[in-house]
C-alpha cells in the first residue's frame, strides 16, 4: 500500500502510486465527503488491506454511462480525486459500507495493474486561482442563480447559499461546492469533477446552474398545474358521489349508467380504428360521471353514437362485372355510347387494379340529358350503394365539412352523413351541380372543402370537423355533375376525368320516349298500358312541335300531361283505349310553340341565321341588321356581352374594307345608320361564335342580298376574313337539326369534330367547312337584290309630274 498522503498542498508529492477505484455511482469532490457502498471483488480486496483508516485510494470516474468497471484510461476521464479513506464498516451482506474524504485533484497518467486490484501512476493538479473581471462575473451569476434555485426548489436548505457566499473568495473551492451540493445528473457531476482549469469550470457551471432554474421551473408549473388538476377532479369525484346518492335517493338511478356501459360494449364489439376507438372511450368516460338530464350528456352520447353508426370497415362485397355493367348502361339509357365506353373503362380499371383510388367522373351537359341517373345506373352495375348530394348554391364549407361541436345543435358535413346512410366506406357517390357552388368570405369556400374530398392524395385522412378523426374516403367512386364546365372551379377541374353529354337527337328522343318514358308516365299517373299508348308518328310530332330542348326532361313533363287528361277520363267513367296519334297531339297539348323555321319565315335583308351554345344546349341565334338613313351611327342591342359587341364591331369594319369587292358604295356607310340586334332582348348572350353571322347579315344589309333561311352558321372571324374554329359543334349542329335547318356552315379548323355528331345527324345533314368568310358570304346570300335603303327611302318620294314614274329598281 502507498504510504498516507499529507493533507496540506504545499507536502504533496510529486507524483505516486495509488491503488485506484472506479466510482459508477457517486462522485467525490476535493475536500467533500461522501459515503459509498462497496461490493465488487477487486474493490473489497484494495479496501481489506492493512492500512486500515487514513489510507489514500485515486478516485477514478467513467465517461460513459452504465458502465460497471474499466481498465483502460479511454474510458475514465484523465482527471480524478485523491481520497482518504476515513471509515470502514463491514455489512452482513458481505460489502463494505465506507466513507471518502476528497483531498486534492490527480491527473492519472498510467494504469499500472488491474489485480489483485486496480493501480494507477498519478501526478497532483495544482489549483490555479485565476483572476480578473471575468472571473468575478462568473463567481457573481452564479451565485445569484443559486439563490434563485434554492428559493424555487424548496428542497434545499437555507443555510446552502451563506455556506457558498463564505467560499465566494475561491472560485474553485466555490465552484466544487455548487457540484457537490446542488442536485446535478451524475454525468454532469462527472464533467465538473473532472475539469481541471478553474475558469472552465466556473463556466461549465453557469450553464448547468441555468439548466436546473429552468427545470425546476418547469417542474414547480408541471407540478402546480398537477395539484390543481387532482383537487378539482378529488371536487368533481366528491359532487358526482353525492349526485349519485341524491339521484339514488330520488329512485332516478340506473338508466344513464346502463347506456354508458350499452355504449362501451359496442365500442368494445364494433372494431374501430385506434383513434375513433380512444376518441370514444374518452367521451364514454365523461358520460359517466354526468346526469343523464343534462344537455352536455346528450351532446357526448350523440357524438359517440355518430362513431359507432359509421362504416369505417364497412366495403362491399359484390364482384365487378363489365358484362353485367355494360348491360345496366344500355338498358337504362339509349344512346350515348361514347359516354357509356369512358365509364366501361373506369370499372375496367377499377376491376384489374384493387388497390386503385376511387376516380372521379365529371358528367357535363345541359339539364335533362341523365346525368344524375348515369349516376344510379353506375351504381348499379357495379354492385354498390349509391349516395348523392347536392351543392348547387352552397355557401358555407361547413355543410361540407361539419359544425364543431362546441356549437349547439352542430351535425357532420353532408359527406359523412351521406356515407352514414351508404352503409360503407365505398359507395358510388355523386355529387350534383358543381358548377354553382356560391362563395361567401365570411362562411369559408365550400370548393375548397370539397377539394379535400376529391382529391385522391388528400381525401384517404378526411377530417370532418364535428368528427375531429381521419376518415377513409379514396375507396369512394366519385361522380360529379355540372352544366357549363367553365364555371368548375379551377383546381377541382384539373383532377376530374371530365365526360360530355351534349344532348339527344331526334330519333334518340324518340326511342328514350317509346322505351322509357312513356311507360314511367303511365305507370306513374294510374293508368294501365291499355289505358294510353302513344303511335310513332304521334311522338314524332310532340318532339318536333313542344321540344326544342337538349334533354328529355320537357319531353317527360309533356307526356305526364297527355297521362294526366287521360287519367281524368278514366276516373270519370270512360273506360277506352286512347292512342294519341299525330293529330291528337295539339288536342291534348294545344298549339305547338315550335314551327320549322324555314317554312314560317321568308329570305329578309338583314337576317342571318347562327348557333350558338348555351348550358342547355345548343340553340339557334337569329342576327338581324337595320340600314336607316343618318350619319353612320351603329347600335347594338339584345343584351349583347363584351365579346358579341367587339364582333360586331370587327365585322362591320370588315363590310367596310371589302365593300368595293362586294359592290357597296363607300358613300353608304356614311349616310346609313346601322342597328344590330340579336331578339330575346332579356336573355344576355356572349361568347366568341357569332361573327360569321354577323359579317353574313351587315353584308346581306348593304348589298341587298337576302340570306338563305335554310342554313345556318357559326365561327369567328378575324380581320382579314379568316374563320376561327369554335367549340360546342355538336351541340350546335343538333340544334340547327331540331329548327328544321339542314345546311350548315362550320370553320373548317372543327372538321377535326365531325365525328363527335350523331351518324344519323350526319346522314340527313348537309355540313359545308370554310375557311375564309367569302366563302360564307357566297354559300348564305341569295343572288336576288331586293331594294337597298336608298331606294326604298326614293320609291317612298311621291314624283312631281303624275304622267312620270319612278323607274323599278336594278335585277
Given at each position: 500500500m502507498s504510504p498516507d498522503?499529507?493533507?496540506?498542498?504545499?507536502?504533496?508529492?510529486?507524483?505516486?502510486?495509488?491503488?485506484?477505484?472506479?466510482?459508477?455511482?457517486?462522485?467525490?469532490?476535493?475536500?467533500?465527503v461522501v459515503s459509498l457502498q462497496v461490493a465488487k471483488p477487486r474493490d473489497l480486496r484494495l479496501l481489506d488491506g492493512p492500512s486500515g483508516e487514513n489510507q489514500v485510494v485515486a478516485c477514478l470516474f467513467?465517461?460513459?454511462?452504465?458502465?460497471?468497471?474499466?481498465?483502460?484510461?479511454?474510458?475514465?476521464?484523465?482527471?480524478?480525486?485523491?481520497?482518504?479513506?476515513?471509515h470502514r464498516m463491514r455489512m452482513p451482506n458481505e460489502t463494505l459500507q465506507v466513507v471518502l474524504q476528497g483531498l486534492y485533484r490527480i491527473e492519472c497518467k498510467e494504469l499500472l495493474a488491474s489485480a489483485p486490484y486496480l493501480r494507477c501512476r498519478t501526478l497532483p493538479v495544482e489549483p490555479k486561482e485565476p483572476r480578473g473581471s471575468d472571473v468575478d462575473g462568473l463567481i457573481y451569476r452564479s451565485m445569484e442563480m443559486v439563490d434563485e434555485l434554492v428559493r424555487a426548489d424548496g428542497s434545499y436548505p437555507r443555510e446552502m447559499v451563506e455556506i457558498l457566499r463564505m467560499n465566494i473568495a475561491g472560485g474553485g473551492r466555490f465552484a466544487d461546492l455548487i457540484g457537490a451540493h446542488v442536485n446535478l445528473p451524475l454525468a454532469v457531476k462527472r464533467r465538473l469533477v473532472a475539469t481541471a482549469d478553474v475558469r472552465d469550470r466556473l463556466k461549465a457551471v453557469e450553464e448547468v446552474l441555468e439548466e436546473a432554474i429552468?427545470?425546476?421551473r418547469v417542474e414547480a408549473d408541471v407540478g402546480q398545474r398537477v395539484k390543481v388538476d387532482i383537487e378539482q377532479r378529488q371536487r368533481e369525484g366528491y359532487l358526482r358521489a353525492q349526485m349519485r346518492a341524491i339521484r339514488k335517493e330520488l329512485g332516478e338511478e340506473g338508466d344513464g349508467a346502463q347506456e354508458v356501459d350499452d355504449l362501451r360494449e359496442r365500442?368494445?364489439?364494433?372494431?374501430?380504428?385506434?383513434?375513433?376507438?380512444?376518441?370514444?372511450?374518452?367521451?364514454?368516460?365523461?358520460?359517466?360521471?354526468?346526469?343523464?338530464?343534462s344537455a352536455e350528456y346528450h351532446v357526448a352520447r350523440t357524438y359517440v353514437t355518430w362513431i359507432l353508426e359509421l362504416p369505417w370497415n364497412a366495403v362491399s362485397r359484390t364482384r365487378l362485372d363489365l358484362a353485367k355493367a355494360r348491360v345496366v348502361l344500355d338498358r337504362d339509357h339509349y344512346g350515348l355510347e361514347d359516354v357509356k365506353e369512358r365509364i366501361l373503362e373506369f370499372l375496367a380499371v377499377r376491376r384489374l387494379r384493387k388497390d386503385a383510388k376511387g376516380p372521379i367522373l365529371c358528367l357535363v351537359g345541359p339539364p335533362g340529358v341523365g346525368k344524375t341517373s348515369l349516376g344510379r345506373s353506375i351504381a348499379e352495375a357495379v354492385g354498390r350503394p349509391f349516395a348523392r348530394m347536392s351543392v348547387g348554391g352552397m355557401h358555407d364549407e361547413s355543410e361540407i365539412k361539419g359544425h364543431r361541436r362546441?356549437?349547439?345543435?352542430?351535425?357532420p358535413g353532408k359527406v359523412i352523413q351521406a356515407l352514414k346512410r351508404a352503409g360503407t366506406r365505398?359507395?358510388?357517390?355523386?355529387?350534383?351541380?358543381?358548377?354553382?357552388?356560391?362563395?361567401?368570405?365570411?362562411?369559408?369556400?365550400?370548393?375548397?372543402?370539397?377539394?379535400?374530398?376529391?382529391?385522391?392524395?388528400?381525401?384517404?385522412?378526411?377530417?370532418?370537423?364535428?368528427?375531429?378523426?381521419?376518415?377513409?374516403?379514396?375507396?369512394?367512386?366519385?361522380?360529379?355533375t355540372g352544366n357549363v364546365l367553365d364555371d368548375i372551379p379551377g383546381p377541382l377541374r384539373d383532377r376530374m376525368e371530365v365526360v360530355t353529354l351534349s344532348g339527344y337527337t331526334r330519333e334518340e328522343k324518340f326511342h328514350i320516349a317509346k322505351d322509357h318514358l312513356v311507360p314511367k308516365v303511365v305507370r306513374d299517373n294510374g293508368l294501365d298500358p291499355a289505358h294510353l299508348s302513344f303511335s310513332d308518328e304521334g311522338l314524332h310530332a310532340l318532339i318536333d312541335g313542344y321540344t326544342r330542348e337538349a334533354g328529355v326532361r320537357n319531353l317527360e313533363r309533356l307526356l305526364a300531361r297527355v297521362a294526366r287528361k287521360v287519367a281524368r277520363r278514366v276516373a270519370e267513367g270512360r273506360k277506352e283505349a286512347v292512342v294519341v296519334r299525330a293529330e291528337d297531339v295539339a288536342v291534348f297539348l294545344e298549339t305547338p310553340p315550335y314551327l320549322d323555321e324555314t317554312k314560317a319565315r321568308d329570305p329578309v335583308v338583314g337576317v342571318a341565321t347562327g348557333l350558338a351554345w348555351t348550358a342547355g344546349g345548343g340553340t339557334v341565334l337569329f342576327i338581324e341588321a337595320l340600314g336607316m338613313p343618318g350619319t353612320g351611327r351603329v347600335q347594338v342591342t339584345g343584351r349583347l356581352g363584351e365579346v358579341m359587341r367587339e364582333s360586331a364591331d370587327l365585322a362591320l369594319s370588315w363590310v367596310r374594307a371589302n365593300a368595293e369587292e362586294l359592290g357597296i358604295d363607300p358613300a353608304a356607310f356614311k349616310s346609313t345608320d346601322v342597328h344590330i340586334h340579336v331578339p330575346e332582348g332579356a336573355t344576355p348572350k356572349d361568347g366568341p361564335s357569332a361573327g360569321v353571322t354577323l359579317v353574313t347579315a351587315l353584308?346581306?344589309?348593304?348589298?341587298?342580298?337576302?340570306?338563305?333561311?335554310?342554313?345556318?352558321?357559326?365561327g369567328e372571324v378575324t380581320l382579314k376574313g379568316r374563320v376561327l374554329p369554335v367549340g360546342g359543334i355538336k351541340e350546335k349542329v343538333l340544334a340547327a337539326r331540331r329548327a328544321g335547318i339542314r345546311t350548315v356552315l362550320l370553320p373548317e379548323g372543327n372538321r377535326r369534330d365531325l365525328h363527335e355528331i350523331p351518324e344519323e345527324a350526319r346522314a340527313d345533314m348537309d355540313i359545308r367547312f370554310s375557311a375564309d368568310v367569302?366563302?360564307?358570304?357566297?354559300?348564305?346570300?341569295?343572288?336576288?337584290?331586293?331594294?337597298?335603303?336608298?331606294?326604298?327611302?326614293?320609291?317612298?318620294?311621291?314624283?312631281?309630274?303624275?304622267?312620270?314614274?319612278?323607274?323599278?329598281?336594278?335585277?
Open positions: 498522503v499529507p493533507e496540506s498542498p504545499s507536502e504533496r508529492p510529486v507524483a505516486a502510486e495509488l491503488p485506484a477505484l472506479v466510482l459508477t455511482s457517486t462522485v467525490v469532490f476535493p475536500l467533500d467513467p465517461k460513459a454511462e452504465g458502465v460497471d468497471d474499466a481498465d483502460t484510461l479511454d474510458d475514465l476521464y484523465a482527471v480524478g480525486v485523491a481520497c482518504r479513506v476515513i429552468a427545470r425546476t365500442v368494445k364489439a364494433a372494431g374501430l380504428p385506434k383513434e375513433a376507438a380512444e376518441a370514444a372511450g374518452r367521451e364514454l368516460d365523461r358520460l359517466s360521471g354526468m346526469s343523464s338530464s362546441t356549437y349547439v345543435g352542430s351535425l365505398d359507395p358510388v357517390f355523386m355529387i350534383d351541380e358543381v358548377d354553382k357552388m356560391g362563395h361567401d368570405p365570411t362562411r369559408g369556400d365550400p370548393s375548397s372543402a370539397l377539394l379535400e374530398v376529391l382529391d385522391p392524395e388528400q381525401n384517404g385522412t378526411f377530417s370532418d370537423h364535428y368528427l375531429d378523426l381521419p376518415f377513409d374516403l379514396s375507396k369512394v367512386f366519385f361522380v360529379a353584308a346581306s344589309l348593304f348589298t341587298a342580298k337576302p340570306v338563305r333561311v335554310d342554313l345556318a352558321m357559326t367569302h366563302q360564307n358570304l357566297e354559300a348564305a346570300l341569295m343572288t336576288v337584290l331586293l331594294p337597298t335603303v336608298a331606294q326604298q327611302r326614293a320609291m317612298a318620294v311621291p314624283s312631281k309630274s303624275p304622267h312620270v314614274s319612278t323607274p323599278p329598281p336594278p335585277a
